[in-house]
């Protein structure tokens, strides 16, 4: 728990902290609770077949996890964390009261689609459309300017002077914040879910709108006593301007046998000479003339001509790790089916008891749990048992964790594929193939099995990715891992959209549905998830192929030292809910493993 007293400044401190996570957690239970359970209102109030719905809600949950990115880098670089965070809630309060109108206004939606049916005779207009497409566009804008600097905010508000306190008191920030906004999710993902399911669109969307609202107020109510730090340079930046030297620089004859040759690098960098790795890079560095390229000051006069050696270290430290990342795309892929999910889930028997019944939507929160029991499992259970059977500490290395992850994930799509053809064979043998609408007697509780191992593959791969990056990139480097996994989750999002589209185009006629077909009893949902197995397999080759390529680890086998780990488990939590939207604090993360570092030392 967080005890630290009131500052004597007026500004900034605990108090400021208390809204800040207000606002994230809020804007989060709003924004899910109305994403969880939109294949069903696309397809219900807007006439939409299955396979259209879901590319819309994989563009959308790709602009979600890449908007972040855009939205840190013009806070950084132009305008600023708290003008960012305070366009970030105006705009998706606007996007949510929009999207709310459409339940109200019938001309928003198909005329012919009433509540709660599944059919629709009419296509919806293109008007309609660009509404919709309009409204999630603004939440898309609005979740990517609180999400990406609500948590750097927050670090703001607090005092470095002791640094050892500092980082104490930034561990349990980071902390309860993403507890919080995990439990947000879930709420979101349960609560929000049941409501739009029992009470209709009109309540269910309502509710996300007061949450919105609220959560605007939580944050500019403490306008007064934030913290505004003014923007800085980016090290998106950085990169730029080691491409463009580079570039600039490209009729330079490099000779790694020049002893001769000047690199600029920064004051009192252990780097002075950049590797050999990449070396058309190191051009950015080279310096032509001391006296042209150099100010009195040692600094270069002209920094998109010559950048420094830890620059273009840095961006062959990111060019490096991207063919490992790029592997974890396929694993999103497959947390990024929600939709279809959602559409078996509603067609199985889901009754607890014999009148409570599970939401379809809901299901996907056994993925969150699934992810959290691995992860607590992982670490404090399987670890130390293997370690006291081995007699001394025993860790899976990062790459077989991220292999490994990899693996089971291919596995577990392969399950689902078997669970889908078993949940269709029961509907032609209860004849209800040509009623997509009808429950049949088969539990939904079999999905379960499908959510256990991929709740497995992301314990596994998603805090091995995170580790990974987090080892293998500079110190300097922290805030682009942690935006790497976020982009790797927009676009699986893209690449799932593009997979549904193939398939839905390659196989589908007059004579034959498509696999991916609105009547879920018609279509051969388990071919699509054979093909997302099948893919993964592939992908898992390619893994063992670029690993052996990157070579050992240079964070060391073991990735990153335990006593840190717990902050990638509660990061861990947010991202494997396919919403890894929110930066961690550079400058937090570097001092603690500082901190540890030292404290091992001693």
């Not at 992982?378 to 025993?394: E, F, M």
């Not at 018609?522 to 052996?548: N, Q």
Request: charged share 15%; hydrophobic share 45%.
């Amino acid at each position: 728990m967080i005890t630290e007293p009131l500052l004597s400044n007026p500004k900034g401190g605990i108090r400021a902290l208390f809204f800040i996570i207000a606002n994230e957690a809020l804007e989060r239970l709003a924004s899910f609770g109305l994403s969880t359970n939109m294949i069903m209102y696309l397809t219900r109030e807007y006439g939409m077949d299955a396979a259209s719905g879901a590319q819309i809600l994989f563009l959308y949950s790709a602009a979600g996890n890449f908007m972040p990115i855009i939205g840190a880098f013009l806070a950084d670089t132009y305008v600023g964390r708290y003008p960012m965070i305070g366009f970030g809630c105006i705009t998706s309060l606007l996007g949510m009261v929009l999207l709310w109108l459409t339940t109200i206004i019938p001309e928003a939606r198909v005329p012919s689609c009433a509540q709660f049916s599944n059919k629709c005779d009419n296509d919806a207009t293109t008007p309609q459309l660009l509404f919709l497409y309009f409204c999630l566009g603004l939440m898309s804008m609005g979740a990517g300017g609180i999400r990406s600097c609500s948590l750097a905010f927050g670090a703001d508000q607090l005092r470095k002077s002791d640094s050892l306190k500092y980082a104490g008191i930034l561990e349990s920030f980071f902390s309860w914040y993403y507890v919080i906004s995990s439990a947000s999710v879930f709420i979101s993902m349960t609560c929000l879910v049941y409501i739009q399911d029992a009470l209709g669109w009109k309540v269910g969307f309502g509710v996300p709108v007061v949450l919105m609202i609220l959560s605007t107020l939580s944050f500019f109510l403490a306008s007064p006593i934030y913290v505004k730090p003014k923007a800085k340079a980016n090290w998106l930046v950085g990169f730029a301007r080691v491409l463009v030297a580079s570039f600039r620089k490209r009729r330079i004859e490099l000779c790694s046998q020049n002893p001769d040759e000047l690199y600029h690098h920064r004051k009192g960098s252990a780097v002075v000479v950049p590797s050999e790795r990449i070396r058309f890079l190191n051009r950015a560095c080279v310096i032509k003339n001391p006296e042209e390229d150099l100010m009195p000051d040692g600094r270069a006069s002209d920094p998109w001509c010559l950048c420094t050696v830890d620059q273009v270290e840095e961006l062959k430290a990111l060019i490096t790790v991207i063919p490992i990342w790029s592997t974890g795309m396929l694993v999103s892929v497959n947390v990024c089916q929600n939709s279809f999910l959602l559409l078996q889930a509603s067609t199985m028997n889901r009754h607890i008891t014999s009148k409570f019944e599970i939401p379809a939507g809901s299901f996907y929160a056994f993925l969150l749990l699934s992810s959290t029991i691995w992860i607590a499992l992982y670490d404090r259970v399987i670890i130390p048992l293997a370690s006291k059977i081995r007699g001394k500490p025993t860790r899976l290395r990062l790459k077989q964790k991220i292999g490994l992850g990899i693996l089971v994930s291919a596995v577990s799509m392969a399950v689902l594929a078997i669970i889908e053809r078993v949940r269709r064979e029961t509907a032609i043998r209860e004849e209800i193939s040509d009623n997509p609408d009808a429950a049949m007697h088969m539990s939904a509780m079999w999905l379960l099995p499908f959510y256990f191992l991929l709740g497995f593959s992301e314990a596994m791969n998603g805090v091995g990715q995170n580790e990974f990056f987090y080892t293998e990139l500079p110190k300097s480097m922290s805030s682009v891992a942690s935006n790497l996994f976020s982009i790797g989750l927009s676009a699986a999002s893209l690449v799932a959209s593009f997979i549904v589209s193939v398939v839905r185009g390659f196989i589908s006629g007059e004579n034959q549905e498509s696999w991916v077909s609105s009547n879920i009893n018609k279509g051969h949902y388990d071919y699509y998830y054979w093909l997302l197995a099948t893919l993964g397999f592939a992908t898992f080759i390619y893994y063992l192929a670029c690993s052996k390529a990157y070579g050992p680890c240079k964070g060391g086998q073991g990735g990153i030292a335990g006593d840190v780990r717990e902050g990638f488990i509660v990061s861990a939590v947010r991202d494997f809910t396919s919403y890894g939207l929110c930066r961690k604090v550079e400058e937090g993360l570097d001092r603690r493993l500082i901190l540890n570092h030292d404290e091992r030392k001693e």
